[in-house]
């Protein structure tokens, strides 16, 4: 009799085990793996967000400025590097060729 009342409590041991492991399984947890939150209990009924792919250059308009103001140094006649370091107000440019 001992054993038979041993092997029932095993076998609803098992079963509730089972039970148990069936419905964290299916109840669905909510983990942050590498940025992404998955899985949610919820991923059937989220909305899908979707981002439209950019330019793949990501900074076109600065390119375009800095050839529009080459075109126009250009069309004026002005250098387009500047002859030299810019000189602070109150002090004369140092002579060309004369070294420290």
Known sequence: MWLSASRSWAGRRLLSGLGLATALGLSGCQMDIGGQTLPSPYWQSDDVQYFPPGPEFKLSREAAAQKAFKQDRLRAGQPL???????????????AGAGP
């Open 81 to 95: 590097q500047p002859a030299g370091p810019p000189v602070p107000a109150g002090e004369a440019p140092a002579p």
